[in-house]
């Protein structure tokens, strides 16, 4: 008889007990489907690198493709561009081009104005966005303010002469 007794303390530690492995499945629920919502989509993967054939981009001609949800652009400079770059490091933000690029005839920078994020257009030599006048050389470098940073350089690899991929270092 004296087995069947329980005292408050225990029914109040069985009650402790129990709470905890109820609550602790309780978040572990919720935290299932929130840590799978954190993983990419298979949409999203697919995005994660972009193949870009360059073959039918002529000299002096810009290509903007997608990546990863951001405008890319690729941008085939003649050796005129490349010349003028190549004469200054830049101006806000000083960097040689030849820390810019893989190959001196292909320029990759992400179309994404370092002030607020407009897509900058491209115009004349260079790039200029119209949203509050910053404007860029051929090597994406920012040579106006207000953008403080020259347009970023993606991570990019050269799988064949006509040939690169975004996203792969
Ligand atoms: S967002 Fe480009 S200048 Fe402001």
Sequence with gaps: MGNEMVS?????DFLIKLTSVV??????ATCVPFVASMNPSSDVLAKAETEVDLADITPGAMRTV????KPVFIL?????????????????DPQPDNARVQNPEWLVVIGVCTHMGCVPNKEGPGWTCHCHG????????VVHGPAPKNLEVPPYKFLADNKLVIGRA
Excluded at 135 to 140: E, L
């Design 66 to 69: 997608a990546w990863q949800g």
């Design 8 to 12: 408050d303390g225990d029914r109040r």
């Design 134 to 141: 910053s404007q860029y050389d051929d090597s994406g470098r």
């Design 76 to 92: 085939r400079r003649t050796p005129e561009q490349i010349q003028s770059v190549s004469a200054s490091n830049g101006v806000l």
């Design 23 to 28: 609550g602790g499945a309780g978040v572990a």
